[in-house]
């Protein structure tokens, strides 16, 4: 299976699409509601080609909550209001990066449902229950995730055939190395 280093990962994918849905979420808690375009994904998926999800759902969460007070004093509209939080975790993203800051991540809100893609991706593949604090350059499926692994043979696999490699301590279906340790 080849991939074009430019197309986004699978986690890229989940974690613009969780970024988007806890967006609209906290948005709704503040009665305001914007559509998502292109802008929306554009400034969501620069922050977190920096920045974990976890860090993400902070900036959106400050993002909404000043949006918010931004309509409360007066002379805009709820939509001027909903739409100006998309600016303000784009200059969020962009102060932090610049001054090198550490931004507190979030865990996962337990009100914001996983997907079904979501939690085969998190629980069958990363075998991670919570991928928030993990950066999406970061976030590398393990070989058995690839249909095209050659070492794996899926009709003899079973969870008791999950180890630790030896080097990196990655979990990895067999003994040893796992695929990117022997290819070092």
Same mark, same amino acid.
């Given at each position: 299976?080849?991939r074009?280093?430019?197309?986004?990962t699978p $986690?890229?994918?989940l974690?613009l699409?969780?970024?988007?849905?806890? /967006?609209d979420?906290k *948005?709704?808690?503040?009665h *305001?509601?914007?559509k998502?375009?292109d802008g929306?994904?554009a400034? /969501?998926?620069?922050? /977190?080609?920096?920045?974990t *999800?976890?860090?993400?759902?902070n900036?959106i969460?400050? =993002?909404t909550?000043?949006?918010?007070?931004?309509?409360?004093?007066?002379g805009?509209?709820? @939509?001027?209001a =909903?739409n100006s939080t998309?600016g303000r975790?784009?200059s969020?993203a962009d102060?932090a990066?610049a001054?090198? $800051?550490e931004i507190?991540?979030?865990?996962?809100?337990w009100?914001?449902p996983l997907?079904?893609m979501g939690?085969i991706?998190f629980?069958?593949?990363m $075998?991670? @229950?919570?991928?928030?604090?993990?950066?999406?350059?970061d976030?590398h @499926?393990?070989a058995h995730?690839?249909? =095209?692994?050659p070492?794996v043979?899926a009709a003899?696999l079973?969870a008791?055939d999950?180890n630790d490699c030896?080097?990196?301590?990655?979990q990895?279906y067999?003994?040893? *190395?796992?695929?990117?340790?022997?290819?070092?």
């Amino acid at each position: 299976m080849c991939r074009h280093p430019l197309d986004p990962t699978p $986690w890229d994918e989940l974690a613009l699409s969780y970024a988007g849905r806890y /967006l609209d979420m906290k *948005l709704s808690e503040h009665h *305001l509601s914007m559509k998502q375009g292109d802008g929306t994904r554009a400034a /969501l998926s620069d922050a /977190l080609a920096t920045f974990t *999800l976890g860090q993400v759902f902070n900036f959106i969460y400050r =993002a909404t909550k000043d949006s918010a007070a931004y309509y409360q004093r007066g002379g805009v509209t709820k @939509p001027q209001a =909903a739409n100006s939080t998309v600016g303000r975790i784009s200059s969020a993203a962009d102060r932090a990066r610049a001054n090198g $800051w550490e931004i507190k991540s979030f865990g996962r809100p337990w009100n914001l449902p996983l997907s079904a893609m979501g939690e085969i991706f998190f629980s069958k593949v990363m $075998w991670q @229950p919570d991928m928030l604090q993990v950066a999406a350059k970061d976030a590398h @499926p393990p070989a058995h995730a690839y249909a =095209a692994a050659p070492e794996v043979d899926a009709a003899e696999l079973s969870a008791d055939d999950i180890n630790d490699c030896q080097q990196c301590g990655r979990q990895m279906y067999g003994e040893g *190395l796992c695929s990117e340790c022997k290819g070092a």
